[in-house]
């Protein structure tokens, strides 16, 4: 069974940052599309990032654009999403999901990925 385990989370007073890894188990990265997904309980899920297999292309949504940054480490099986300027708005639960790169471009639509892992709880608050 391929297996996604955000780590990472916690409580960051705002403004703070938090640098969430996404490690692979039984399965190389490489090939795979990685997105970040959010949501908290009783409101629909955000797709808030997304990396190519290479590392070469990123999206953002607008909501974390220019505080967010995604990047991966291939040799080490691992995409990390590094949060900066939080916001209590930003609390929630934290998911990373794999999305084989030739089936198409990369995307925040969560329908278009096939491996998710059970998320990591964010907390912002003072």
């Known amino acids: 069974q391929l297996q996604l385990v955000e780590s990472g989370g916690g409580l960051v007073q705002p403004g703070g940052s938090l640098r969430l890894p996404c490690a692979a188990r039984?399965?190389?990265?490489?090939?795979?599309?990685i997105g970040w997904f959010r949501q908290a309980p009783g409101k629909e899920g955000e797709g808030i990032s997304c990396i190519s297999s290479s590392g070469g292309r990123t999206i953002y949504a607008d909501s974390v654009k220019g505080r967010f940054s995604i990047s991966r480490e291939n040799a080490k099986n691992t995409v990390y999403l590094q949060m900066n300027s939080l916001k209590p708005e930003d609390t929630t639960v934290y998911y990373c999901?794999?999305?084989?790169?030739?089936?198409?471009?990369?995307?925040?639509?969560?329908?278009?990925?096939?491996?998710w892992g059970k998320g990591t709880q964010v907390t912002v608050s003072s």
């Open positions: 039984r399965f190389t990265l490489e090939n795979y599309a």
């Open positions: 999901a794999a999305r084989l790169s030739y089936v198409g471009p990369i995307t925040l639509k969560k329908g278009k990925f096939t491996y």
